[in-house]
């Protein structure tokens, strides 16, 4: 989602490049970029739809987020924010309730497996405040009451061209090569405040995996794991489940978005469990028992037979 | 070993039949690409990349693709669309220097923005649901905001004012919308060799976009069978015109700037695309008269064409074509590789001007008037030299006149008042029933719809200037209706001026085999031109009103209610009144009881002094026991009373 058109504006002196450095050698608005939503139909209700997918019909397949309970999603915001608001093309705001309540509905319509929020604007850290849902993870450029900094000035172009949250985590990923295992932890730990100007706050309550042990490539670029099978419907059963699996589905399907904004890769295979608590199962099985019989009525006529039995013995007992 | 020779020989010959027949009888797919090249008067470079893809008709089910883009059958399959154009334009075409009457500018000269018109082969009531949800399908696919001519308020059903006479055709433009390499990468994808071979592997973004012009179109139209049980064919035109200015070291003013393709877009064709049936790059050089000899026959003579005293060119020509009007040299690139690129280029020695053909009447259009509340609307049409040397003026009754279609789109916000329409012709206001022939107005509904005039004029061939002008009313929109950047204005989509007398072709008499793009010139099209988009600034009110207003209300009802609740419930000097109270007589129940008990007792009512507390705390003790003593008396006897039976 790209409010202003930067890369073609009429004052842009290289016309399709944007750079990320006044050394003008990486041009980041190459030959494939992909840009779905821009100028005025970035809005919050757009981001919002998008994120939980709720649609209108005719709404084409490239403007929708495609992805399920086995997705990777990265979700990159910035611009101008404030305490628990990021600003919408000088117009509109999301809020932090709002941005926790769509992430909430993704979870529930199991739209994702992980996701990951960086948030590059001023008092970033304040934008995730509200997140509740597992398996989120959150990183902003700045704390509450800090600044969040550009990185230098490109007198050609004539304005600064990225900001520093952003440039350090580019920098983090020109260094690294195809053969990297690099890590989520050394990605957040190479955020130094001096740098940056503004503390880079990371929350990680609400992710399960421990940081070091997740790649990098889970959610910057589309590494997949994939699995040959030979038939392609047949169920089989996974190496790393303990529990009863009921049926599984390879999922091998190939992302190609490539943008700035969003990124969505998907795991390699769903699991879906069913594991009940023992008051259900009791009641499940009973079920089943009472079904075998063939006729219930005499059961039932027996048992309040020998109610009545019971409560007459023990009133004449007393 | 024989046996099992033999039994597959007849199976191989049974498969080969087959295949033979399978091919026969269906029409192959076509794909053609072609560069042509075309210095300008001004010191500039038209560059106008064509590329034609022809799907033949066959069975609508199990359509087999292996050249034509799966997207475009599919799209016109689901929409039943049966003739579509979009373009995405930024730059203004200077009809003045670039020329109005050649096949060219007529079909690539392009409002600004996004333009989108479709013709659809479906019932009438479901016209405008099928261009809404093309205008979704074609949002997706092109990175663009189309689907903001979803709705009824941006776009409108012409007539006979656009060209094409249809009561299904919808016509939609967004003016403010821009152009970006993704737009242009999804339109390379529909191409059989993407962007990465052939002739369009010199699109260079940079050097596209750094043009002065560029638009980018795509034409689609479908071709009837004409036989029972096969699906319509479709032919899909894709054309890029950019006009660049090369850069020049030369000093002189007056020469023309050599340049090459190298120069131009960074890169050298490599090869052609192999799955082009023809691939060629053109050069137009107008203004070159053959006055020269017309044998070409001689190798001197033809040499002369393309290295002469004027200019020379760095390549070989294929083959040379003559118009009346200029000179086309044709390079076939299919012998190029990576080890022979083809790098064309031109260099001038000697200052040449010449000047390109332009429409019978150049138009611009204006906004007149001042303020928030009113204003007009004018369209000037000025003749141009080239007006005298015309072809195809028509005499009716005895005069000469030349005919002019306008047609205009007005959103509902400009609520124009179509009985304010003035003409005037060399400056002097005529009657309309005397210019005036046909016009079509279907006025705008608030919030619903918007407005559309078209309307032909008949003017006389001498004329030197005539304008058109209108009056409107500037609308009040609701505050969630504007746009982020309200105060910019809105814009009024461009009129389009067309003359349907006149046709703009160019024929290459000399021309044996069929190539797209110059069959394309040879065809017959209608002479248009695209106006200005006009920026109309509208009442904006003060965005941050909402906010002053909750606030300023907030802070009133605050000290409203604060007050208020201050007045009624607070006491000034609450302490001191509690503090004499403890020393003045007991209220209410205390002092009754006093007085009972000093009754009872037969004493006076002593004064609520010191004396009282000493006395209360003796006479509360004797009570207490007093209870204890009838409590227990009356559970004694209770227990006595229930246990006995």
């Known amino acids: 989602m790209l409010a202003d058109d930067m890369a073609c504006n009429a004052r842009n002196e290289y016309p399709a490049q944007v750079f990320n450095n006044e050394n003008h050698k990486l041009n980041l608005y190459g030959d494939n970029v992909e840009v779905d939503y821009r100028g005025y139909e970035v809005t919050v209700e757009n981001f919002l739809r998008v994120l939980t997918g709720r649609h209108e019909n005719a709404v084409p397949r490239s403007k929708r987020l495609l992805s399920d309970e086995g997705s990777h999603i990265l979700l990159y915001m910035t611009g101008h924010g404030g305490d628990e608001f990021l600003k919408f093309q000088d117009a509109e705001e999301l809020q932090s309730h709002d941005l926790a309540d769509a992430v909430k509905q993704m979870k529930e319509k199991r739209r994702f497996k992980e996701l990951m929020i960086m948030v590059d604007t001023c008092q970033a850290a304040t934008l995730f405040n509200q997140l509740q849902s597992p398996d989120v993870l959150a990183i902003g450029s700045s704390l509450k009451g800090e600044n969040s900094y550009s990185h230098h000035l490109d007198s050609d172009v004539g304005v600064s061209v990225v900001d520093r949250f952003t440039y350090y985590t580019l920098a983090f990923f020109e260094r690294l090569n195809i053969y990297d295992n690099a890590s989520l932890n050394s990605l957040f730990r190479s955020y130094d405040p001096k740098l940056l100007m503004s503390t880079a706050y990371y929350r990680t309550d609400l992710y399960q995996p421990h940081l070091a042990e997740v790649p990098v490539t889970n959610f910057f670029g589309s590494v997949m794991e994939t699995l040959h099978t030979d038939s392609v419907y047949k169920a089989f059963s996974s190496k790393t489940s303990n529990n009863k699996i009921n049926s599984e589905m390879p999922l091998n399907q190939l992302s190609e978005h490539d943008e700035l904004q969003k990124a969505n890769i998907q795991n390699d295979e769903l699991k879906t469990e069913k594991q009940k608590c023992p008051y259900t199962q009791m009641r499940v099985d009973l079920h089943k028992k009472l079904e075998k019989l063939e006729n219930v009525d005499t059961v039932v006529n027996l048992g309040i037979a020998v109610m009545l039995l019971v409560v007459m013995v023990s009133s004449s007992l007393l | ?645």
């Open chain 2, 1 to 645: 070993m024989a046996s099992l020779v033999r039994s597959w020989i007849p199976l191989l010959i049974l498969q080969s039949f087959l295949v033979a027949v399978a091919f026969g009888s269906k029409e192959a797919e076509q794909f053609s690409e072609a560069l042509l090249l075309k210095p300008l008067p001004d010191r500039k470079v038209l560059a106008h990349f064509h590329f034609e893809n022809r799907a033949p008709p066959s069975n609508s089910h199990g359509r087999h693709h292996h050249l034509f883009p799966k997207a475009i059958s599919q799209l016109v399959q689901k929409f039943r669309v049966k003739e579509m154009e979009l373009s995405f334009t930024q730059g203004r075409w200077n009809h003045e220097h670039w020329g109005g009457f050649d096949p060219l500018s007529s079909m690539n000269a392009k409002p600004v923005g996004v333009e989108l018109w479709a013709v659809f082969d479906v019932p009438q009531s479901q016209v405008d649901t099928s261009w809404k949800n093309l205008t979704h399908a074609l949002s997706g696919l092109f990175c663009a905001s189309i689907n903001f001519l979803e709705s009824s308020t941006s776009y409108a059903a012409p007539t006979w004012g656009f060209g094409t006479n249809s009561d299904k055709l919808r016509y939609g433009s967004l003016p403010r919308e821009a152009v970006c390499t993704e737009n242009l990468t999804p339109w390379l994808k529909l191409l059989p060799c993407r962007d990465k071979d052939g002739i369009s592997a010199l699109m260079n973004r940079p050097s596209v976009y750094r043009g002065f012009y560029h638009s980018q179109r795509l034409h689609l139209s479908t071709v009837e069978s004409g036989q029972e049980g096969l699906g319509s064919g479709i032919v899909l035109e894709q054309t890029l015109t950019v006009v660049l200015q090369p850069e020049t070291t030369s000093v002189e003013t007056n020469m023309q700037p050599s340049w090459s393709l190298s120069s131009l877009f960074g890169r050298k064709v490599v090869g052609s695309c192999v799955l082009a049936k023809s691939s060629n790059v053109y050069l137009q050089l107008e203004g070159r008269l053959g006055h020269e000899s017309k044998n070409v026959d001689t190798e001197i003579e033809a040499h002369k064409l393309w290295k002469n005293a004027d200019f020379d060119l760095s390549l070989k020509p294929d083959r040379v074509l003559r118009e009346s009007s200029g000179l086309l040299f044709i390079f076939d690139i299919d012998k190029s590789s990576d080890s022979e690129p083809f790098d064309l280029g031109l260099n001038w020695k000697l200052p040449s001007k010449w000047s390109c053909q332009q429409a019978p009447l150049q138009a611009s259009r204006f906004l007149m008037g001042s303020g928030n509340e009113r204003g007009a609307i004018a369209i000037l049409l000025k003749a141009t030299e080239s007006q005298e040397k015309l072809p195809g003026r028509e005499l009716t009754d005895g005069r000469c006149t030349i005919k002019a279609n306008i047609f205009q789109i007005f959103p509902w916000y400009i609520k124009v008042y179509y009985h304010t329409l003035q003409i005037f012709v060399d400056q002097q206001q005529k009657t309309d029933s005397e210019v005036l022939k046909k016009i079509n107005v279907s006025p705008s509904t608030d919030k619903v719809s918007s407005g559309m005039l078209e309307m032909m004029l008949e003017l006389p061939c001498e004329v030197k200037s005539a304008a058109i002008s209108i009056e409107y009313d500037k609308g009040f929109l609701h505050i969630d209706e504007y746009p982020p950047d309200a105060n910019q204005g809105f814009d009024i989509p461009s009129a389009l001026i067309s003359f349907p007398s006149h046709h703009a072709s160019l024929d290459f008499q000399e021309e044996l085999s069929k190539s797209p793009l110059l069959s394309s010139f040879k065809e017959k099209s209608l002479v248009r031109s695209y106006t200005e988009v006009l920026l109309v600034p509208l009442t904006t009110p003060d965005f941050s009103m909402p906010y002053n207003v909750i606030t300023i209300t907030c802070t009133i009802f605050a000290l409203y209610f604060g007050s208020l609740l201050n007045v009624l419930r607070r006491r000034i000097g609450e302490e001191e009144r509690f503090l004499k109270s403890q020393g003045k007589k007991t209220g209410g129940v205390k002092q009754l009881l006093l007085r009972l008990t000093a009754k009872i007792r037969g004493r006076p009512i002593e004064a609520p002094s010191s004396e009282s507390p000493a006395a209360e705390s003796s006479f509360l003790s004797t009570k207490l026991i007093f209870k204890i003593i009838l409590i227990a008396g009356a559970a004694a006897a209770w227990q006595y009373f229930s246990t006995d039976k």
